[in-house]
Each structure stands twice: as structure tokens, then as C-alpha cells.
């Protein structure tokens, strides 16, 4: 009776326990106002604004692995985006998780590579970023068995091999040098004998996801522009109201639809009298502007530009000579004199970009330095339009604040050097869906988690981001600043420190779920030109293993040809044929 | 590589093909592509299963004639030893060409139709299975298709249906996931061998399905 008596005198009180509850004043009455409170406030209804990749990814793998509690109407999810907001879209380059991560939101590999452009990404190649000359080393994608324990590593600074460090005991690098896929025809989807991520098209990825969401995902969408946020006076974020610009982009979807003549694609379920929005958690996928979290909430950037000093890239688009050109394996990462360019093989063009700092170069002389790299492979480059991005290399200081946690380009952005961008996208909506919090009340639980583990990631691929030029001998300024003891973090010098008489394995990397494993770590060090001088000699059982995996890789390499067949022929067999799902 | 012609009259007015006695180097497979029309005669005699095709990855059926690439086991000095020899075998040295359907300048995508109505007779003259002395004669003197090359042709135009009526079988057996992949282990006297890449139909699952058979239905009713 007592209770029943004491909740019913606070039920006036729900609607604004903002102002009247001063964090300060924690009595125990205000315990039992929370308490009641958190049993009529469970997580329902979600909403993710902005539809990029990131937008998209998240709201895919949302749904899918929280799909039975959509089926029971205990939760819904809902896509706001801008109808006239461009995305970025240059991340054309991801890792091998994608895989597993469109196997869960349930795309058929077929379908994604026959509508993103899509080709298989085997790892990343540095070009002349040991020196000007004519260095490179390889990041493959394909990890040795025990290298987290770093017994291939131990093996090979032990026996003085001449191989380069990633050919030694892995394929990848000769596949790449051939251009041979990672699989055949008759693999089945998701599957290799080489591991594997993606080049694609950021643009057609996003509206895939998109009809996917919306058409077998129950993900709603509404196409309209966020006019204003509504907070509650907590600070909480409780609905979004939409700009009128909803009638007008429907009639250009209709449009677009009639043209392309696609009727069996369901229009996409929006409400053309909807212009307020509720929600109980926000997911802000806005890109840099951070709408949400950063000009809403105010949570500011922790900024890394002494450490990572590129703030701007310049991109463009570059055809093939012929449709029979080979397409490379691996992004390729040339080093200039400040900064570096990337190019990433699609199946139907390049994309190259140079990410730079305006600290040591100007956009003009940025622009005539792309300008030559693409000449050296494709003299015509009057008829390419550019893309230029500027930004400040950071990450958010909270990552989850309040109901608002933010994926993709507003959580941060650095330098694309290891494409870690959807994985992170990737990594986030996981972490979402597998700790999903069930209440207003234990939502500030797991966003704390969330704030912990990101900032950890963050401070990881800088870590590793960095650690690219810290072993660079390359004698532009920009590169010798690179190299400054002071813009050095001071976790990575510890690290460097480790390293100098013993190789990178898992002790160096704790945590469940590292970003990049000691495995990366030592393709980059031991790729770069450093030498690790260890003391004691490995453990022989450990080098007869080694020694072995060694001679039955170099033996392999000779016959891949044979067996394997080019990117661009498995790419054409798969538009024709299909993969097979088993 | 042989180089194909295609059959005609005015070329191969004289030729004559032998059959019953199998010469030509292209038995020498492990492997026969068979119609699902065949299985009741093939299936006591012959090891049956399905395997991805290595120019498409698409799934056919095959029977087993061998243990390793280029080996038939059915095979003996030029004679087949089973009483029923499968219908790709016996078309040979005879192989249908089918020209592939118009392609739009766009890149295909989805499904291709893959409904061949007409297709043409090619030979590789040098085959051992011609000869201009041995054998029977393709064409008459008036230039007619002669008994046996009508055998032929009728074969090969069973064959082009058969083989839809197969892929419609096998991707009815593919959408629903009832094949699965199995390894083969033989022991011999001197070798234990292994072959992979076989598949066959998951009994289990098949028993598992309810509702109607779509794929007797589909070939009953074709569309």
C-alpha cells in the first residue's frame, strides 16, 4: 500500500525532473522517484541521423542483430536523413571484418559486388615511405598462425632472410604482385584462400544498405532535413524537428524511381506530415558537422594535429586506360613530400586522393603533386573534377553523452592511412547492439563503457598511425617534424622502446577486440627497416615452425598462377555467374 | 587445344565418325557432366555427385569415372565398360555450339536467362573418332544428314534440354541450401586417396521440407 501510495504522489513530478532534481541532492527520496522512473523508461524507439555509410551500417547491423526485438515491437529504429546533404564519400577502402558484418546484416556477396563496385582489398603497400627511393613495404590482410605470439618475426630477424618480412611467410604480397584474387568462382560467398577486405563505391554502398534497411530490415526512413534539436532540461535529447523539405524530396525520389524504373523497390516509408521526431536514443552519423553530439550537446574534439599533422585531401576519380587494365590488390600509399597519396583499384576507376598538411605544402602545389602522380600512369587529367576535404585530425572527447552516442565521421576523423574509418562504424554499432541498454537509467553504464573503449581505439590507430612515420627516413621537413621526439605519444615510445630487443606480440596488446594486433605491428616495423636485436635465441620448436611455414610459402608463390586468377576475371565471372552461397 | 569447325555438309561431305570405340583424348576425364533425365539408368552403376563448375562456380552433376585428373576408370582400350554410357560422353566427339545471348552495353546484372532454343554442330576433323576410311558417313551424297550424324543430333538436341531442366533441378536444390559439400576417402591397395570439392544432396534437410516439391511442379508446368 505504502509504495502504491508513494508513486502516485511522484507522478507529477516525471515530466520535468530536470530542474527539480539537482544533481546535488541524491537523498533517498530522490532514489525511489529514479527507481520508478527507470521502470517506465525502457530504450524503444532509436533514431540514427544521417545517411552515409555510417548511418546505414549502423542502422543495418542494428536491426539485424536486434531483429527479434523488432519482430516483437519492442524496439524500432529509424533513419532520419538530409535529402540535399552530400556525404563525404571516400571511404572506398575497409577490412576483412566488413565480411562477417554484411553476412550478419544478410546481403549476398554477389549482390554487393555487383552493385557497389566492388573489388577484393588484400591489405595496403607504402610506397617510398621507408625513403625516396625506391622502398615499399607490405600491410597484408593474412595473418601466420602464432604471429600474435610473434614466432614468424623471432624466425626471421634470427635467420637474416632475405625475403621481405610480409612475403616470408605469407602469400598476399605475390597474389598483390600478380593481381590474383583471394578467391575463385567456385568459393563460396564470404569466403578465401587469402583473407580479404573491400575497395568500393562509398556512394552506391550507402543507397544499398539503404534499400536493404528499408526493405528487409523494418529500419524506417525519412528524408528530411533536422530543423532544430529539442532537448529536455537535462540536457537529454527527446525529438528533432524537421524542415518542410519533405513534400519536395519526395516528389524527387518518385522521379527518380519513375526514370530508373525500378517498381519493385518499396518507396521508402516516410510520413509527409511528420515534422517533429521522437526518440529515445540518437545516434548521431552526421559526419563532421556533429550536429547532434558536437553543436548540440557541446562535446568538443580532443584534437591530434601534433601527432598526426595531414588536415586536408584533395580527391578525384581516375579511369582505367582500357577495361582490361589490371587492378591492384592492395591500396597503395605513396609517400610525398607532404603527406601521401592513396589509390584504391575499383573495378570501374581509381580513386586517388592526397592527404597533406597546409602546414608544409599549399593546395595549389598539393593539387600539381596529384596531378603528376596520376600522370605517370594516365596522361589525360583536364576532364577530372576534385573533391576537397579539410579537417581537423581528432576524435570527441565523449563519444557517448547523455541519450546521443555518435558513429562514423563525428566520433572523429584522421588521416585514412590504415583505413580504419568502418571499422570503427563497424566496431560502434557491435558494441551497441551487444550492450544495448535496456533503460533510460543503465543507459549511462554502458556509455561510459563505450567513452572508455573508444578513447582506447582512438589512441591505438594513432598509435599506430604515427608509428608509419616515426620509421620513415625521409628528410622533407614534414617528415622529419613527423619524427620529433615531441609529437611522439608517449605510449608508442614505450612501445618503440619494447621493441628494440623483443618483437610485437600479444602482451603489447591487451585489450579484447584491439583494432590492430601485434601482427600489424610487425609488418609495418620489421617492413619499415627496423630491426628488432634480440638477445636470446628464439625457442627452436618455435623456428622449426617457422622455418617451415617459410619454405612451403616461398615453394607456393612459384605456382599461384596456376591456381589463381586476376581480380579483374573473378570480378567479371561474378557479374556473370554469381558466387555461390556454400 | 582442338580447333573447332563448325559441321557442315560442303567441309565434311566425306567425313565419317566411328563409333562405339572411344579414341578420342577427351574421355580421358574423372569427371561427367550428367542430366538429371539419365539418373535412373546412371545410378546403378556409376558414383553420383554434384560439383561447382570451375568456369562459373555454378553447380552441376556429375558422375565419378576416375580418382585423379585425366583418369577413367571406366575407360579400357577404347571400350566403355557399363552398359549405360552418359549422354555427355556419348555426344562426343560432337559439341554443340550455343551462341551466347546479345549482351547490352550496360554490365549484366541478376539472373541471366539462360534459355538456348537452337544451337551448331562443330568438330575437330583430326579427332581420332574420324576418319574418311573407317567408320560411318555423316552425310549422304546429296548432301543429307546421313543416320548417324542424325543420332547425333538428336543426342545433342536431347542434351540442350536436358541440361535446363538439370539447372533448373539444381538451383531449386541450391536456393533451398540442400547440398552440402562431402570428402571422399578411398582406400586402395597402395594409396589412400582424398577428393574434395563433391557435394551431395543433405538427405536430412530434404527429409526436412514441408510443403509442396516447387521443382517437380517447375519442370511439369515450364514457364
Known sequence: ?582 | MAKLQLLSSKAHGKLKVIRCEYLDPSFAVNLSTVMVSELTFLAHEYPLFFYKSARSGEFQLAALLGFESGQNLFLDNGNWMSRYVPLDIQRRPFQLHVPEPQKSAVQSVGPRSNTHTSGHLTVDPTSPQFSFTKGERLYNEDGTAAPALAHYQTLCSHLLSASEQTRSVIATLVDHELLEAVELNVTLKNADIKLNDLYTVNVKKLNGLTGKVTWLNRYDHPS
Open chain 1, 1 to 582: 500500500m505504502k509504495i502504491f501510495h508513494g508513486a502516485f504522489h511522484l507522478l507529477p513530478v516525471l515530466g520535468n525532473y530536470g530542474p527539480i532534481f539537482g544533481d546535488l541532492m541524491l537523498s533517498s527520496q530522490t532514489f525511489k522517484r529514479q527507481k520508478c522512473v527507470q521502470q517506465s523508461n525502457p530504450i524503444k524507439h532509436v533514431v540514427i541521423v544521417g545517411g552515409g555509410t555510417a548511418g546505414w551500417l549502423t542502422a543495418g547491423l542494428l536491426a539485424a542483430r536486434l531483429s527479434s526485438r523488432i519482430n516483437n515491437s519492442e524496439l524500432t529504429f529509424t533513419l532520419c536523413e538530409s535529402p540535399d546533404m552530400p556525404t563525404v564519400g571516400v571511404g572506398e577502402g575497409n577490412w576483412p571484418t566488413l565480411r562477417s558484418t554484411l553476412h550478419t546484416i544478410g546481403i549476398s556477396e554477389t549482390d554487393f559486388i555487383r552493385h557497389c563496385n566492388v573489388l577484393f582489398k588484400q591489405g595496403s603497400r607504402f610506397i617510398h615511405w621507408e625513403n625516396e627511393h625506391s622502398s615499399q613495404y607490405d600491410h597484408p590482410f593474412d595473418v601466420p598462425e602464432q604471429a600474435s605470439h610473434g614466432a614468424q618475426a623471432q624466425h626471421w630477424l634470427h635467420t637474416n632472410k632475405h625475403v621481405p618480412f610480409s612475403q616470408a611467410y605469407c602469400l598476399q604480397s605475390a597474389l598483390a604482385n600478380q593481381h590474383l584474387a583471394p578467391k575463385l568462382i567456385t568459393t563460396p560467398e564470404y569466403s578465401g584462400f587469402a583473407n580479404y577486405g573491400y575497395h568500393l563505391d562509398a556512394g552506391l554502398f550507402a543507397k544499398l544498405l539503404r534499400e536493404h534497411c528499408v526493405n528487409n530490415l523494418q529500419v524506417k526512413h525519412i528524408s528530411a532535413r533536422v530543423k532544430h534539436v529539442i532537448q529536455d532540461p537535462n540536457g537529454d535529447i527527446s525529438g528533432l524537428q524537421l524542415a518542410e523539405a519533405e513534400a519536395k524530396a519526395k516528389a524527387k525520389a518518385k522521379a527518380k524511381a519513375k526514370a530508373k524504373r525500378v517498381p519493385t523497390t518499396k518507396p521508402p516509408t516516410t510520413n509527409s506530415l511528420l515534422t517533429h521526431l521522437t526518440g529515445d536514443l540518437f545516434i548521431d552519423c552526421t559526419g563532421f558537422s556533429a550536429l547532434l553530439l558536437g553543436k548540440t550537446l557541446g562535446v568538443k574534439n580532443t584534437p591530434v594535429n601534433d601527432v598526426l599533422f595531414a588536415n586536408n585531401a584533395i580527391a578525384t576519380h581516375v579511369p582505367y586506360a582500357t577495361d582490361q587494365e589490371p587492378i591492384e590488390s592492395f591500396t597503395l600509399s605513396t609517400a610525398q613530400n607532404s603527406g601521401w597519396i592513396w589509390d584504391i583499384g575499383l573495378p570501374n576507376r581509381r580513386g586517388v586522393g592526397y592527404v597533406y598538411s597546409d602546414r608544409y605544402t599549399d593546395d595549389e602545389s598539393a593539387k600539381d603533386t596529384l596531378l603528376q602522380y596520376i600522370q605517370q600512369r594516365h596522361q589525360d587529367t583536364d576532364s577530372l573534377a576534385f573533391k576537397h576535404i579539410r579537417f581537423t585530425p581528432g576524435y570527441k572527447q565523449q563519444f557517448w553523452k547523455h541519450n546521443c552516442v555518435a558513429i562514423g565521421l563525428s566520433a572523429g576523423f584522421i588521416e585514412p592511412l590504415e583505413a580504419s574509418a568502418i571499422v570503427l562504424v563497424e566496431m560502434s554499432a557491435n558494441m551497441l547492439a551487444e550492450q544495448f541498454p535496456a533503460t533510460r537509467q543503465s543507459m549511462g553504464i554502458v556509455a561510459e563503457r563505450f567513452n572508455q573503449t573508444f578513447a582506447y581505439r582512438w589512441q591505438r590507430i594513432i598509435d599506430f598511425l604515427k608509428l608509419h612515420y616515426v620509421l620513415s627516413k625521409r628528410t622533407s621537413a614534414f617528415w622529419k617534424d613527423n619524427r620529433a621526439e615531441r609529437s611522439i605519444p608517449a605510449s608508442l615510445k614505450k612501445l618503440l622502446l619494447m621493441w628494440r630487443h623483443k618483437v610485437p606480440d600479444i602482451a603489447d596488446f591487451p585489450a579484447r577486440d584491439e583494432v590492430f594486433q601485434a601482427a600489424s605491428y610487425q609488418f609495418v616495423l620489421y617492413g619499415a627497416g627496423f630491426k628488432s636485436n634480440l638477445l636470446c635465441t628464439p625457442d627452436p620448436q618455435t623456428m622449426q615452425a617457422a622455418e617451415q611455414l617459410f619454405s612451403s610459402i616461398q615453394g607456393f608463390t612459384t605456382q599461384l598462377t596456376d591456381k589463381a586468377i586476376s581480380n579483374r576475371s573473378l570480378i567479371n565471372k561474378i557479374h556473370k555467374f554469381g558466387l555461390q552461397k556454400f
